[in-house]
C-alpha cells in the first residue's frame, strides 16, 4: 500500500548478535536508573539530597502536578514500559532520550508479525510486543484475565489507531481490553467502569497514553486520578512529571552527585550508563560566582560560565541539541528539537535566547550532539515500482516491559533516515523495520 507514510524495505534491519545481547541486558539497567531517579527525587525533597534537584524537576509544574507525584500511593511505582532512542555511533551505543509513554507499540508488533509471516526471525518473536505489553498487565494487576483501558486523548490521536488494534490483539490473548477517549470512562466511588452490553465493567489498570502537561484538556482526568489515589485502580505509567524529565540525564552527569550515583545504582549500572548517556546541561540563566564553571562544558578548552557564551558560538563549534525537557507539547516527537550545526547563526542565537527565557516555565537541556554510523538499506519505490538503495543513518527503538522483577525486550524498531538529514525522527522518506538478528 503506498499510502503509507514511510518508506518500507522487503528485509527487517538486521543487529548483531553482541548488539543483541547488549539489548536484552540493558532493560534491567534502565529500570534501575529509574528506581534511582525516583529516588534522588524523594531524597531531594525530604533534604538528604540537595533540594535543587527537585526544584529542577518540579520546574514550570502546577502544584497539583507536584503533588500528584509526591502522594505516598505511587511512592515505589515506576513506568513499566520502557523505550529508550539509541544511536548506534562509530564508538559504541548512545542513549538520546528515554521515554515512558512511546507511540509505536501497536506499529512495531504490527510490523513484527508481517515480518515473520514473509518467515524473518523477529528481534522478540512475532507477537513480542503483544505478549510482553499483555504480561506486564497481568503482573501488574494480579489476575489473569485483567480488564484494561487504553485511555488516548485528544493530544495523542496520532496513536488511537495503534492502540485500538493492540487492544484487540490483548483480547485475543485472553485480557479484556479497551482503547477508549477519556470521556467514554465512567466514574464511580468504587472505580473505573466500561459501559459494554448494557452492563458496566471495571476496570483493572490504565494505561495512560495522555501526558500530564495535557489534564485540563482531558475530560475526566481527575475522576481517572481520583480513582487512583483510592486505589480502585490502578494507572500505569504512574502519574510522575518528575520521571518524563530529559533534564535527568543532566542530573546523571553532575560531578555533585557522582557519588550518590555509584552507590545506588552500583558498579556496573553505573558504568555501563555513564558510557551511554551522553554529556547534557541543564540551561539554566544565572549567573555563577566569577570561580565557577559549568562542569563539562567547554569552548577551544575554555570552561564556559555562561550559557549565554553559546550565542556567539561558530557553526563547527555547534555540535550540540538544546531541547525542551518536559511537560511540553513541544517535548515530545522531536518538535521542540534544534541541532546547533544544522542552524543558520541567527536561528541558533534565537534558540538559546528562547531556552534562557523559557527557564522557568519549561526548562531546556543542551546535548552533546552523537552521530548514527552510515548504513545502506534497500526500500520498495511504489513510485517506480523498483528496489532501491538508501545511505541513511539509524536510530534504534528498542521496547521493553516490566514483568514482575523481570525486564522483557519486546521488540525494536529501526528507523533508517536518510544520510542528509540531523533530525532521525518520524520522515516520510525514512524506512521503518523491525530488527532481525544477523
Keep these: 500500500n503506498s499510502k503509507v507514510p514511510w518508506r518500507i524495505s522487503p528485509v527487517p534491519f538486521p543487529i548483531s548478535v553482541e548488539d543483541h545481547v547488549w539489548l536484552e541486558n540493558l532493560g534491567k539497567h534502565l529500570l534501575k536508573f529509574y ?165 458496566n465493567i471495571q476496570v483493572d489498570i490504565v494505561y495512560r497514553f495522555f501526558e500530564l502537561f495535557d489534564l485540563k484538556n482531558i475530560p475526566k482526568a481527575e475522576l481517572i486520578l481520583h480513582a487512583a489515589k483510592k486505589r480502585n485502580v490502578i494507572i500505569t505509567p504512574p502519574p510522575k512529571a518528575y520521571l518524563e524529565e530529559k533534564l535527568l ?19 556496573d549500572t553505573y558504568h555501563l550508563l555513564s558510557g551511554i548517556i551522553p554529556n547534557t546541561w541543564i540551561i539554566d540563566p544565572r549567573v555563577l560566582p566569577p570561580h565557577a564553571i559549568i562542569p563539562g562544558l ?17 557553526q563547527k563549534q555547534r555540535e550540540l541539541v538544546i531541547k525542551p525537557s518536559g511537560f511540553s507539547p513541544l517535548a515530545w516527537g522531536s518538535k521542540g528539537v534544534a541541532i546547533g550545526h544544522d542552524m543558520a547563526t541567527e536561528d541558533w ?21 552523537h552521530k548514527s554510523k552510515r548504513i545502506v538499506m534497500s526500500y520498495y519505490d511504489f513510485n517506480n515500482c523498483e528496489m532501491r538503495k538508501m545511505r541513511g543513518r539509524t536510530l534504534l527503538r528498542p521496547y521493553y516491559f516490566v514483568v514482575g522483577d523481570e525486564v522483557r525486550l519486546a521488540g525494536v524498531q529501526a528507523k533508517i533516515c536518510p544520510d542528509d538529514k540531523k533530525i532521525l525522527h518520524g520522515m516520510v522518506d525514512s524506512i521503518i523495520v523491525p530488527c532481525t538478528i544477523e
Design 35 to 199: 528506581k534511582v531517579c525516583n529516588l534522588l527525587y524523594s531524597q531531594s525533597t525530604r533534604g538528604i539530597q540537595p533540594k535543587w534537584n527537585s526544584d529542577y524537576l518540579n520546574k514550570g509544574k502546577p502544584e497539583t502536578v507536584i503533588e500528584l507525584g509526591r502522594m505516598r500511593r505511587f511512592k515505589s511505582q515506576l513506568p513499566q514500559v520502557i523505550r529508550p532512542d539509541i544511536l548506534p555511533t562509530e564508538d559504541g551505543m548512545v542513549i538520546s532520550e528515554l521515554d515512558s509513554i512511546p507511540g509505536g507499540i501497536g506499529f512495531t508488533g504490527g510490523l513484527s508479525i508481517q515480518y515473520s509471516e514473509l518467515g524473518c526471525e523477529i528481534v522478540g518473536g512475532s507477537n513480542g510486543m503483544v505478549t510482553g505489553f499483555a504480561d506486564m498487565v497481568r503482573s501488574l494487576s494480579k489476575k489473569d484475565q485483567p480488564v484494561l483501558a487504553i485511555i488516548v486523548s485528544d493530544e495523542a490521536s496520532d496513536y488511537q489507531q495503534e492502540m485500538s488494534w493492540l487492544a484487540s490483539e490483548l483480547n485475543h490473548l485472553g485480557l479484556h481490553a479497551r482503547t477508549i477517549h477519556p470521556r467514554d470512562i465512567i466514574f464511580t466511588e468504587s472505580g473505573l467502569f466500561l459501559h459494554e452490553d448494557e452492563q
Design 249 to 267: 540525564f543532566a542530573l546523571f552527569h553532575h560531578p555533585t552527585l557522582n557519588s550518590f550515583w555509584k552507590r545506588e545504582l552500583g558498579k
Design 298 to 314: 567547554t569552548l577551544d578548552e575554555t570552561p564556559i560560565t555562561d550559557f549565554r557564551q553559546l550565542i556567539s558560538v561558530t
Design 349 to 369: 542565537k534565537e534558540t538559546v535566547e528562547e531556552a534562557l527565557n523559557n527557564f522557568e516555565e519549561t526548562p531546556h537541556i543542551l546535548q552533546e550532539f
